[in-house]
């Protein structure tokens, strides 16, 4: 079964502006991580953020996570087209130890 | 080069036959995974392994096998018994956290199966 779901589906934006995405889960978690999939490659892990964290960072990658209501957001700033991939949330639930990916967000940057 | 391999790139199976997808990976980590991935879906997990010797099913497990006699490599088996086998196959692999799979994973570039 798959714990978060990402929304939206699909996004396509401008260069230069910028990408949110969603995620939201059901159960409690000890992680959340966001993963990047170019089109055909494998993943590549962008940000893990802890239950107890709120707000982490990297680049032009900002993850905020709200346990109270078990959503998370990914928002890229200054997007560029070299963004376009698809985008997975996956968490690690609090009792568990498994990670558990969402369905993805396609991001399509426009140049 | 520390990463994970994962080959062949594209694989083409006649009905009945097995496969064997291959995974290598040179970064020391004790957990191992297979994931497989239909055209525009998430990930899902067929098998993991956190140890040399021993592996669990994950949740879609039914018409696949696999081995972990070496840290660094933990080999697919498509089996015939798999009924829908054409999908993208990711493996990854990952340290372990106070014992837990709770690590990033890294993932290999996948296989593409298609059975004709």
Same mark, same amino acid.
């Not at chain 1, 966001?34 to 962008?46: A, C, F, I, T």
């Not at chain 1, 070299?82 to 568990?96: E, L």
């Given at each position: 079964?798959?714990?978060?779901?990402?929304?939206?589906?699909?996004?396509?934006?401008?260069?230069?502006?910028?990408?949110?995405?969603? %995620? +939201? =889960?059901?159960?409690?978690?000890?992680?959340?991580?966001?993963?990047?999939?170019?089109?055909?490659?494998?993943?590549?892990?962008?940000?893990?953020?802890? +239950?107890?964290?709120?707000?982490?960072?990297?680049?032009?990658?900002?993850?905020?996570?709200?346990?109270?209501? $078990?959503?998370?957001?990914?928002?890229?700033?200054? +997007?560029?087209?070299? !963004?376009?991939?698809?985008?997975?949330?996956?968490?690690?639930?609090?009792?568990?130890?498994?990670?558990?990916?969402?369905?993805?967000?396609? /991001?399509?940057? $426009?140049? | 080069?520390?990463?994970?391999?994962?080959?062949?790139?594209?694989?083409?199976? *006649?009905?009945?036959?097995?496969?064997?997808?291959? %995974?290598?990976?040179? /970064?020391?980590?004790?957990?191992? =995974?297979? =994931?497989?991935? !239909?055209?525009?879906?998430? /990930?899902?997990?067929?098998?993991?392994?956190?140890?040399?010797?021993?592996?669990? *099913?994950?949740?879609?497990?039914?018409? =696949?096998?696999?081995?972990?006699?070496? $840290?660094?490599?933990?080999?697919?088996?498509?089996?015939?018994?798999?009924?829908?086998?054409?999908?993208?196959?990711?493996?990854?692999?990952?340290?372990?956290?106070?014992?837990?799979?709770?690590?990033?994973?890294?993932?290999?570039?996948?296989?593409?199966?298609?059975? /004709?």
């Amino acid at each position: 079964s798959q714990q978060g779901e990402e929304d939206p589906q699909a996004l396509s934006i401008q260069e230069g502006e910028n990408a949110t995405m969603n %995620c +939201s =889960y059901k159960t409690s978690i000890n992680n959340l991580q966001w993963y990047r999939q170019n089109s055909g490659r494998g993943l590549v892990h962008l940000i893990l953020i802890r +239950s107890n964290e709120r707000e982490k960072h990297s680049g032009r990658l900002r993850v905020t996570l709200d346990t109270s209501k $078990k959503s998370s957001s990914l928002l890229i700033t200054a +997007s560029r087209a070299a !963004d376009t991939a698809s985008y997975f949330c996956a968490t690690v639930p609090r009792a568990g130890n498994m990670l558990t990916f969402g369905g993805g967000t396609r /991001l399509m940057v $426009k140049p | 080069d520390g990463g994970i391999t994962q080959s062949p790139k594209y694989l083409f199976r *006649k009905e009945g036959q097995n496969v064997t997808l291959s %995974c290598e990976q040179n /970064l020391n980590h004790d957990a191992m =995974y297979w =994931y497989r991935q !239909d055209p525009g879906q998430g /990930l899902r997990l067929i098998y993991y392994s956190q140890i040399v010797n021993d592996f669990q *099913k994950g949740d879609i497990a039914e018409g =696949y096998s696999v081995s972990r006699e070496k $840290k660094e490599s933990f080999p697919l088996t498509v089996t015939s018994a798999q009924k829908n086998p054409t999908a993208f196959y990711l493996c990854a692999s990952s340290s372990l956290r106070q014992g837990l799979i709770r690590n990033e994973q890294f993932f290999g570039p996948g296989t593409r199966l298609t059975v /004709l």
